[in-house]
């Protein structure tokens, strides 16, 4: 009759439940990574893709990312243009001002600048918040 031995797994059984149970500590990491490539990514984009004839520059400069927070879906960090501005006698958020020039309004072509942003930098992310994610898994020596 043959035998089959295995040594060792007690320690892969607990290291696939740690790999299970992501620290939120790593999430938070990898957001974080991931945002400092998209926030300068975002700046740039809106400053090049917005300047032209009526350019002020102000939503380009209030660009920041929120705090890592919950979701319904997980924890979440938003990058988008912040706070208001006073044009035309009326108050307009800086982000309804980047949504327009994002997807336009009649007689307003769109000049999808986060997009831009977003689809030309998403590998750079992505290799950030990958490198975080690897660092924990050679922590668990996995």
Do not use: C
Request: positive net charge; hydrophobic residues 35%; charged residues 25%.
């Amino acid at each position: 009759m043959a035998t089959f031995k295995a040594t060792g797994l007690d320690s892969l059984i607990t290291d696939m439940a740690a790999l299970a149970t992501l620290p939120t500590s790593v999430i938070d990491d990898m957001l974080g990574v991931g945002a400092d490539v998209l926030e300068p990514a975002l700046k740039s984009s809106a400053q090049s893709t917005l300047s032209g004839k009526y350019s002020t520059g102000k939503t380009a400069a209030s660009i920041k990312r929120t705090k890592v927070s919950n979701a319904k879906s997980g924890r979440k960090i938003s990058i988008y243009p912040h706070g208001t501005r006073n044009d035309r006698s009326s108050k307009r958020r800086n982000a309804e001002v980047g949504f327009v020039n994002e997807f336009g309004k009649r007689g307003q072509p769109a000049r999808p600048w986060m997009d831009k942003a977003r689809k030309s930098n998403a590998d750079a992310s992505n290799a950030a918040m990958e490198n975080v994610f690897d660092a924990f898994l050679k922590s668990k020596n996995l």
